[in-house]
């Protein structure tokens, strides 16, 4: 249906544990691509480039602080009080992996959460797992080596887990932890009009998303991570991005999505300053759950199917009242002149008028899910394109990897949601295959050992 114009609808210093991840003995300290580990001394921008956040631990770099300038020499610093990839300013590639945990014995998945730790502080500072494997010709190498020598590229690791972690399809408490499973995750995610969800693709126990200025490193970290958890957790569902969607950061400019729009202009970002982050963001210790997960977020995923060739049939004009913004400059169609090239970033102004009717229509894609009417809600959004080949029509099988951060997703995600698959214009050209929700683990503090040291510590 063709749509009518008409408005009516470095800390360089991993300083615990040194267990290694493949076993509980030392592992050797991990090697920095390039000189990395010393070079952290000297190029360090603890904060001056993006701001809005103190250091950690003693004014040290924080996770969402780089140590370095160069994009693909910088790295994240993995501890600090909120887990990086979040608000960090979002790189080109994503690899996202779900896991099934496989054991019964929660000391294992605290081993497991070490590893992880262990071997995650490593690949974040540019290292390989188990540092360089020359001293034994005669040994697998622990690390399977495809970044050997490869810049850091602004590689994150994010780990959360999902209701499943806590209890099984009949409620049943699965590790003795359920009581810690906040309300947000015991309720689970609705459903929705219109979705066509693969279980398959969907949900998981465990979750690790990384990200980074080059595919191959992302896949490295995800590729050891999975070498590690075998005998505890099996890998369900993968998923590659590329292209961001969106911009966490002011210092970045606004990419676009496959539909060829500005994605992000409005996002919730990591300048907005850590009062509405706060309050947006991150759990707080008062919330469902905050005893354990205070310093997490929610991860809300929606990979969608965007039917590309239906779109690219529409009038230029047609796709600008669906989005509610200028193509080319992504300025709000209230603006005066929105092809002037200056307004990107001017608010969207919902009462005015054009041509007799609202200038933003009823149901453009940016009036339904903006925060003017949703209670002030606001997500963070880092999402990533995806493409997998061509579907039996000859069509390109594509679309949007949506990842978005909140709070509380009962009033910042759902409610959201279910207004744009009921109301929003954009829906008619898309399709909603896979959905999870995991909660995002605090933080990994200065003396911690694993992920979620309060949850399972
Ligand atoms: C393939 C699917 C989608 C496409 C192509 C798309 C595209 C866009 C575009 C072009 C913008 C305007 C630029 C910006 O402010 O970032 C935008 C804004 C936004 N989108 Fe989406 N989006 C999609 C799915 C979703 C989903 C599933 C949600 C969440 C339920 C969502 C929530 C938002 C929000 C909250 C904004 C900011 C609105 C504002 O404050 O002005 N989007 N999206």
């Excluded at 262990?118 to 080596?145: C, K």
Aim: charged content about 25%; some cysteine.
């Amino acid at each position: 249906m063709t749509r009518r114009h008409e408005h009516d609808a470095s800390d360089a210093e991993p300083s615990t544990p040194q267990a290694s991840p493949d076993g509980p003995e030392a592992a050797p300290r991990s090697v920095g691509r390039r000189g990395l580990l010393s070079a952290a001394g000297a190029g360090i921008l603890a904060g001056g480039m993006l701001g809005g956040f103190g250091g950690f631990a003693g004014g040290r770099a924080s996770a969402e602080e780089p140590v370095m300038a160069d994009p693909l020499e910088r790295a994240y610093p993995l501890r600090g009080e909120h887990q990086q990839g979040i608000t960090t300013p979002a790189q080109d590639y994503l690899f996202t992996a779900a896991y099934d945990v496989t054991t019964t014995d929660l000391d294992e998945v605290r081993r497991l959460m070490q590893q992880w730790l262990v071997a995650a502080e490593q690949m974040s500072t540019g290292g390989l797992v188990g540092g360089e494997p020359l001293a034994n010709l005669q040994a697998v190498p622990r690390d399977t080596g495809e970044t050997w020598g490869y810049p850091t590229s602004s590689v994150t690791i994010t780990v959360g887990v999902g209701r499943s972690f806590f209890v099984d399809a009949e409620g049943e408490d699965r590790f003795g932890i359920a009581d810690r499973m906040p309300e947000a995750l015991a309720a689970g995610v609705p459903r929705f009009a219109g979705e066509a969800l693969q279980a398959e693709r969907s949900d998981g126990d465990l979750v690790i998303q990384a990200c980074a200025d080059d595919a191959q490193v992302a896949m490295h970290a995800i590729r050891n991570l999975t070498r590690i958890a075998v005998g505890t957790a099996a890998l369900r569902w993968t998923q590659m991005g590329y292209g961001r969607t969106s911009s966490t950061s002011t210092t970045q400019e606004t990419p676009r999505n496959l539909f060829g729009y500005k994605d992000g202009t409005n996002n919730l970002k990591q300048e907005d300053g850590a009062e509405e982050l706060a309050k947006q963001l991150w759990i707080s210790g008062e919330d469902s759950g905050g005893a354990h997960l205070a310093g997490g977020s929610y991860m809300m995923i929606r990979k969608i199917r965007m039917n590309l060739e239906t779109w690219d049939r529409l009038r230029l004009v047609e796709q600008h009242d669906i989005i509610g913004r200028d193509k080319r400059f992504g300025a709000p169609l209230s603006t005066a002149d929105p092809t002037s090239g200056t307004d990107e970033f001017i608010d969207p102004d919902f009462a005015a008028t054009a041509d007799g009717g609202p200038a933003i229509a009823r149901d453009a894609h940016i009036r339904i899910v903006s925060p003017h009417g949703n209670k002030g809600a606001r997500m963070l959004r880092r999402g990533y394109n995806f493409t997998e080949g061509s579907d039996s029509l000859g069509r390109i099988d594509a679309g949007l990897f949506f990842v978005a951060y909140v709070r509380d997703p009962r009033e910042s995600f759902f409610p959201i949601l279910d207004r744009m698959v009921t109301t929003d214009a954009l829906e008619e050209y898309l399709r909603h295959v896979a959905s999870a929700m995991f909660v995002v683990l605090p933080g990994v503090g200065a003396k911690d050992t694993m992920f979620g040291q309060a949850l399972l510590g």
